[in-house]
């Protein structure tokens, strides 16, 4: 027997939170998505649109839905999870909560402040884009991408299940990982790259050559710097919420880095070789896998 459609509010009406409301729509998971933002005019828009299907006065109007997600930049997500946690008896009653933010560990500290929270579910889409807001939603943005869950200890399976539905059902492949591990491997994976593209284009946009140095600038600059244009309040945040496996992340690098000053500073042409040859070969191992990953999801049943 299929599974009974669930209502589902969205708290947060941004790119992703929208994103999510399209997906869940378009499969049939949900039977009404509420809308709850801070922001009158991206409720306005979201409904316009058809994201939302009603949107919420109040968290109390949110908390009727079946499943509430957040999707608040991080540190304000941690700060909403503990109300709606007070809201509902820290957890143990009313719907399924879980959240869309990219650092696990703030939002599991949050959690336990005020006891065991078996029916919140940390969750994180491994997707995104640069671009923010309500109007940059996308149905598909999930679509063969993969989302990390990391149940909590005191976890209750249901709420678990009906997570991993609502991620499957928006078309992403769910695994789950331990809240130290996620964030020390997206601090490497994703936080890192962020802040070095930032840091870059900081650097350029503050130089005596700055016309010339964005004029000139190739493919390279732009492909290695587009993530620079992402929300500059959602990735302070992130930076802040994972500070200690970012800082890890940030110091293993800037050994690297040092070490290649010196080779280039000492002419070392065969150290620099053996470094890019060995990032190239792992780099096109992981293209390799995304590609045989991507060919494997086309040819599943949905």
Known sequence: ????????????????GGSLALALKAAGFASRVLGYDRDPGALAAGLEAGVIDSACEDLDAALAADIVVIAVPNVAAAALLEELLARTAHGHEGPVLTDVA????????????????????????IAGSERSGVGAANGALFQQHRVILTPLPEQDGDALALVRRLWESAGADVVCMGVAEHDAVL????HLPHVLAYCLVDDL???????????????GFRDFTRIASSDPVMWRD????????????VDEFSARLA????AIASGDGVRLEATF?????????????????????RRRPF
């Open 1 to 16: 027997m299929a599974a009974q459609p669930c209502s589902v509010a969205v708290l947060g009406l941004g790119m992703i």
């Open 102 to 125: 990219s650092v696990k560990g703030n939002l599991a500290a949050a959690a336990a402040r005020g006891g065991p929270a078996p029916r919140f579910v940390p969750g994180h889409p």
């Open 187 to 190: 601090a490497a994976t994703s």
């Open 205 to 219: 946009a503050a130089s005596p050559r700055r016309e010339a140095l964005f004029r000139f600038a190739a493919g």
């Open 238 to 249: 992130v930076a802040l919420a994972n500070r200690d496996a970012l800082l890890e992340a």
């Open 259 to 262: 070490a290649l000053r010196e």
């Open 277 to 297: 040859s060995a990032a190239k070969t792992a780099r096109d191992a992981f293209a390799e896998q995304q590609a045989s990953a991507g060919r494997e999801a």
